[in-house]
Each structure stands twice: as C-alpha cells, then as structure tokens.
C-alpha cells in the first residue's frame, strides 16, 4: 500500500515531547522505513506514556491494524502500510523485548552519549528509537549496519535530520564496542547496595526487586528469576470443553495451522506453545471460543478449588474470568458460579466470554466491592475461590511493562488490601466449606504470610493440603500449591485452600470481664485449641456465631447488638 502523508500539526504523547519535534510538517516520502519499525516505536511511546499494554493480545487479531495505524498517524505525522502476520511479529518480539531490557538499553546508551545531561533531555520519540537499534544490535544480533540504517532514517522522518546524525553517531559507536567485545555494562561489585544496582541494570530489573529477591531467594535464585523473566514468554491454550471441545479437537486445529505445541504434563485440558499465538488468534480459535489462552498455573488454582457438580462456588475476585470460566466448565451444567468484581467493564468481558463458551448458564455476575458484598448478601457457599488484586511478581515475562510500573509503595498497599478482601471472602463460607486464597505473586509477603495473619484472625479456618488437587512437585511444605517460574516453567502462582469448621463443632464462651468488656472464647473441640478475644460490647451475648467469629476477626464494631 503506498504512504499516505499529513500535514498535520503533531500531538503531545502526554505533554511529554519537546515542542520542537512536532511542531512542524512532514513532508518527505518514509516508504524506505519499514512498517514494523515504525509501529514498534509508536507502540512503545504508547506504553510508556499513554498506559498501553505491551502485548498484542489484547488487540483483535488483524483488526487491530487499523487503531495501530491510526496511532502511528497521530504520533509521527504519516500512515504506513497495514501490518501483515510477520510484521506483527517482529512488532510483539521488539516491543516485548526492548521494554523488558529497557534499564539495561538506558545504561549503555547514556554510557554512549557525551554525558548524562545528553541522555536526559532526548525527546521521548528519540530515546525509544534509539532503544530499539540498541535492542536489535545487542540481543537479537541483528545485522548491525541495516539496523543502524533503518533507525536513522526513522530518527530522520519521524524527527529532523539532525535527530538522525545523532542515531548514526551512537549505534555505530555501540556497534564498534560490540566487534571489540567490550559493552559498557556495570561491574558486580561493592556493598549490598552497589551490587544490587548493577544486577539490577545487568538483568533490567528495578532495583528495589532485586533487593527483596536477594533477600528472599539468594543472589543466585533471584538471577535465575530475572533470567526467566527476560525469556520469551510460552503460553498454554486451555481447550473449551463447556463448548464440547476436546483436546484432541484443539490439536487438530492447531496441526493444521501448523503451530507447534506439546501436550501440558500437568493438566489434561491444557497445551503449550512457545510461539505461534498470533496465528491462533487470528485463525479466530479463541473468538469462537474453542479455547482460552489460560496458564497451566492458574489452571492449577482452580483445582486447589476442586468444583465439583452441584455446588454453589463464588469467584470474589473474577475478571476478566480466566477461572470462573474453567470452573465453571468443570461443573458440567450442574451448580452455579458466582463471579464478583469491582471493575463493572471487566466482567462486560467476563459474562461476553461465558456466553462465548457456553457457560453463562451457570456464571451469574455480579458488579460489587467485595469489602462491603456481606452487608447485603445472605448466601454461604460450598467453595469461595479469592484469586486476590496483587503486584503480577510472578507474570512479568508475561507482562513485560509491568515490573516497570510496580512500585515498592504499592506492596504495603496490597497487602492491606488483601488482608481485607480475605476477612470479607470468609464470611461467604459455608460451615465445613472451603476458602482458596490466591494470588500471581512469588513474594511471600503476598502468599504465606497473608495466609498465617489471615488464620491468626480467623482460628476457625485451618489449612487443608493441597497435595490432593495438585501434582506433588507443586506442593510446599506448608502444604500451599505454588508455582515456581524458574522450577516448573510457568508463569508463578500461590493458592492456600483452607476449611472452615463446621459450626456444629465450634463453641463459643462468653464471659463478662467488667461492665464494659467481655471475653469471648472460641473453641474447637479435637482441635486442641481456643481463642480468646476481650469484645468492648456489654450487650454482647452469645448470638450469631458468624458474628462472633467475625469480631474475632478484628471488626467489633459489627458485632451483633441483639
Ligand atoms: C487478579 S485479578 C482476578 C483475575 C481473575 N480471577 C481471573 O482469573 O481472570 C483481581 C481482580 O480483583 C478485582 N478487585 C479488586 N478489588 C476488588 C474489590 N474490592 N471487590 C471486588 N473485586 C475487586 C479487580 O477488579 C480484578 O479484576
């Protein structure tokens, strides 16, 4: 297709371009660029500064081609040619790449400029160009000069030739080091801190997860993680079988689009690919709903789960729905699945995929805030599955923007917020029922930790193993099923599956300590153990059980005043 060119005036990308790059025409053929190049440039300003993501999977196939173009219009001034199968991906490869080594590109291109004044004051545009060469040069071994020749005539139209000169001048300084084997990369070595900061550039990670990695897994674990990280993410495709579909079916499918796969070793509805999931999606298997594009290790949570026809399961946490969907296919029509959210669009995305796969006859959706669901609910549940919001430590190869967006701060704020999700999750529980906490997460704070303030809350809640549900190797001393990116070659999961008591076999002593307080023992006969809590509620009588327990929970406020 021929190059069309505007006239237009350029915008912002988020107020963050210099004035001087886009205030002007531009008026010169840019064919000699190719469409890729320019699609990955404008799709990394995306992410970085307009919150896009950084895989292709979210766009609709072929279609996406258009919103592409009309971003690349809008940024550099001219539309390119539509993006055709391997141009899209060579896109996903370059983007996912260049932001994964995006610390590690930054070191060396600011080693390369005339100083760091330099570095920081390129234009936005300027920088991801240069990123890109750097990228292709470095890790992909590109054929150095066609790199260096492409990105500066990109720098040259999508900026001013003096833009250009200034990409020529750094890729060839970068391509002269790399013949003599010596890139600018930082030593390991100092103190704590100073190693922490060059691994940190060495392996493209932020420094404050090096430093909690280090601490949590040792210098050598935590490089294997962000080695993993760094990889090429492989996917696994979950085969529909709430639309009748078998796995034999899929494979089928999948021989003759000729995309290679290997059976999953863990799961029986389950196959991985390492590459070809652009020719999924757009060989439209998962618009069908032949199929989901689901990690074996989330699959995994939902057999922690273990649905089994007739029960009444609530999924407190559900969209976009990747696991109330495959529990409910593994209700085969018989029970029912309750998916709350808070994010009223992502369950549009939830409930449009169950009637998709043919389950909507089983997931009813509801839009609510977990915190406060209790207030007006009435109904106790044989499974309540909290797949709990978390920091997705455990996804970055996957989401390769993420770790750049991940902050230390929001780790605190997590964790309150799980430990209130999951205060409000039990009280959804049946008595003799069962509570799965989950999380994406490798961090502990976020896993085991959570569970053991969680049960010191709630002693009516005890840990049931996992090693029923899950495959041996999957399950940790403490008897919680986690996956391991570096050990199992999935993405990183957590799940605890804990039950509550029967209420036949818990009671409950009240004793008045004063006129304003009153102890409240719990106890759990055969359990050989009992708590105590000291409620500051004269009116407190033996009432609601649920109540009680909930005051144990650290909420006296809500005690029951009948
Ligand atoms: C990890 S995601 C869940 C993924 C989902 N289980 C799946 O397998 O597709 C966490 C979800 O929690 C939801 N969420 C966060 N805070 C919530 C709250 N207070 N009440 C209900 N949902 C909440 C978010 O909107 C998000 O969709």
């Known amino acids: 297709m021929a190059e069309v060119f505007s006239l237009r005036l350029l915008p912002t990308f988020a107020g963050t371009h210099r004035a ?149 001048a750094i890729l060839r300084k970068l391509v002269l080091l790399k013949e003599h084997d010596s890139l600018p990369v930082p030593k390991l070595e100092g103190d704590d801190r100073a190693q922490a900061r060059a691994l940190a550039t060495l392996y493209s990670h932020p420094v404050w997860m090096v430093r909690r990695w280090t601490k949590h897994l040792g210098k050598e674990e935590a490089i294997k993680l962000m080695e993993w990280n760094n990889s090429d993410p492989s996917y696994s495709l979950r085969t529909n079988s709430g639309k009748g579909i078998s796995r034999a079916d899929l494979v089928a499918k999948l021989d003759s689009l000729k ?75 018989q029970g029912m699945v309750s998916a709350i959210d808070i994010n009223e669009g992502r369950l549009r995305i939830l409930k449009e995929a169950a009637r998709l796969h043919q389950v909507d006859n089983v997931i ?50 997590l964790k309150n917020l799980q430990d209130k999700l999951f205060d409000a999750a039990s009280l959804l529980v049946k008595p003799g029922g069962v509570l799965v906490y989950s999380t994406c997460s490798v961090d502990p704070e976020e896993n085991e930790e959570r569970v053991a303030a969680f049960l010191q809350r709630h002693p009516e809640f005890h840990i049931d193993p996992v090693v029923r549900y899950v495959p041996p190797n999957f399950v940790t001393e403490g008897g919680f099923y986690f996956s391991h990116p570096v050990k199992h070659s999935l993405d990183g999961a957590f799940a605890a599956r804990l039950k509550l008591i029967g209420s036949e076999r818990c009671s409950i002593h009240i004793a008045r300590v004063s006129s304003t307080l009153h102890n409240v023992f719990t106890v759990f006969p055969g359990e050989h153990r009992s708590t105590k809590l000291t409620v500051p509620k004269p009116e407190t009588r033996r009432g609601d059980i649920e109540r009680i327990l909930f005051t144990i929970s650290g909420k006296a406020g809500l005690i029951n005043k009948s």
């Open 259 to 333: 995309v290679p796969y290997e059976l999953s070793l863990h799961m029986s509805d389950f196959i991985r690919i390492r590459t070809g999931l652009q020719i999924v999606i757009q060989a439209g298997l998962l618009k069908e709903g032949l199929c989901s594009v689901q990690d074996e290790s989330a699959g995994l949570v939902v057999s922690v789960v273990d649905p089994q026809p007739g029960e009444q399961i609530i999924d407190c946490c559900a969209a976009p729905g990747g696991k109330s969907l495959y529990m409910a296919s593994r209700l085969c029509g």
């Open 364 to 413: 009813t959706t509801i839009h609510a805030d977990l915190r406060t669901f209790f207030e007006t609910n009435t109904v106790k549940y044989d499974k309540v599955l909290l797949d709990a919001p978390c920091s997705g430590l455990g996804v970055l190869s996957k989401r390769a923007d993420l770790r750049w967006n991940r902050k230390l701060e929001d780790m605190e704020e």
């Open 20 to 168: 001087s790059s886009f205030s002007r025409k531009v008026l010169k053929p840019v064919a000699s660029v190719s469409a890729s190049r320019k699609v990955s440039a404008v799709r990394l300003m995306r992410i970085e500064f307009g919150g896009a993501f950084a895989d292709l999977l979210n766009e609709k196939g072929k279609g996406s081609g258009e919103n592409e173009m009309a971003y690349v219009e809008r940024t550099l001034g001219f539309r390119t040619r539509d993006l055709d199968d391997r141009d899209l991906r060579l896109v996903t490869d370059v983007v996912g790449g260049t932001i994964r080594w995006r610390r590690y590109l930054d070191h060396m291109i600011s080693s390369l400029c005339h100083d760091d004044k330099t570095f920081r004051s390129m234009e936005p545009l300027l920088i991801q160009i240069l990123r890109i060469g750097f990228y292709e040069i470095v890790k992909l071994n590109m054929p150095p000069y066609a790199v260096v020749d492409e990105n500066v005539r990109l720098a040259k139209v999508a900026l001013r030739p003096g833009a250009g000169n200034m990409v020529n």
